[in-house]
């Protein structure tokens, strides 16, 4: 008959191996959560550049149009917001159309084509107030990295110009 001898020793390999795995494994998901959590950053990041220079290019349209036209009987080719680059990208045209007209104020709204499109865009609001001396102009341009406002990465950026 065999007798085995128990061994004091055995087992603690395994229970190392384990330990180590575990330690691995923690440190290369907190390294994973890392890299996640910056790429939202930098998408965010570039959702909301791209919104502000939309509200930039908004607002400089509507200066063009108030220092150009009065913001009145603008022809109908001028456009605005075109990339020459991208022969999908026209540009928006310049319609501005009163909104509220009053003996003292007129607010001017530019109408977008398409408010539903999956790509940059921008909306203008210009108030004129006119006073005994003088007309103060407040142009309000809203910019977006996606028209679609019900799209939850849409990011709106604002850019106000007082004149």
Do not use: W
């Amino acid at each position: 008959m065999k007798i085995f001898k128990k061994k004091k020793n055995g087992g603690y390999a395994i229970l190392f191996t384990v330990v180590v795995v575990g330690i691995i494994s923690m440190i290369t998901i907190g390294l994973s959560n890392a890299a996640y959590k910056q790429l939202i950053l930098s998408s965010v990041a570039r959702d909301s550049t791209a919104a502000f220079y939309q509200a930039d290019i908004g607002s400089e349209c509507a200066l063009y149009a108030d220092n150009e036209y009065n913001m009145t009987n603008i022809p109908v080719n001028e456009t605005c917001g075109s990339d020459p680059t991208d022969s999908l990208n026209p540009g928006i045209p310049l319609s501005f159309t009163p909104h509220v007209t009053n003996n003292r104020v007129t607010s001017y709204n530019l109408i977008l084509a398409d408010e539903n499109l999956n790509k940059k865009c921008f909306r203008i609001n210009v108030t004129k107030t006119e006073s005994d001396v003088s007309i103060s102009t407040r142009v309000q341009a809203m910019g977006y990295n996606i028209c679609k406002k019900s799209n939850s990465r849409t990011v709106e950026r604002a850019i106000e110009v007082n004149y």
